[in-house]
Nanobody, 113 residues
Framework: VQLQAYGGGLVQVGGSLRLSCAVS????????MGWYRQAPGSEREPVAM???????NYVESVKGRFTISRDNAKNTLYLQMNNLKPEDTAVYYC????????WGQGTLVTVSS
């Protein structure tokens, strides 16, 4: 399974971005998919998770602003990020789990004030 994340970039405070993660296999067979992020000098942290049953979990700091979703037909995972803040600046990684963990390369999101 290969994951390729894209969609990062430079955005101003209050702006929006949508990250995408293209998966080489069927995402409907994945137990869990999600997004992590790692800010400079910080550990990688989970941001949003989506189970194969459709349940979602978000880190408290992004609740109400970020939305995780997937398109099974396109085998793509998304992260819609609205009302971005400088503290959202990080490298974002997509993640999938099915009998083991799979990671995509990161995509950099920079929020300027």
């Amino acid at each position: 399974v290969q994951l390729q994340a894209y969609g990062g970039g430079l955005v101003q405070v209050g702006g929006s971005l949508r990250l995408s993660c293209a998966v080489s296999g069927s995402i409907s067979s994945m137990n869990i998919m999600g997004w992590y992020r790692q800010a400079p000098g910080s550990e990688r942290e989970p941001v949003a998770m989506l189970s194969n049953l459709g349940s979602t979990n978000y880190v408290e700091s992004v609740k109400g602003r970020f939305t995780i979703s997937r398109d099974n037909a396109k085998n793509t995972l998304y992260l819609q990020m609205n009302n971005l803040k400088p503290e959202d600046t990080a490298v974002y990684y997509c993640y999938a789990f099915k009998r083991g963990a799979f990671w995509g390369q990161g995509t950099l999101v920079t929020v300027s004030s």
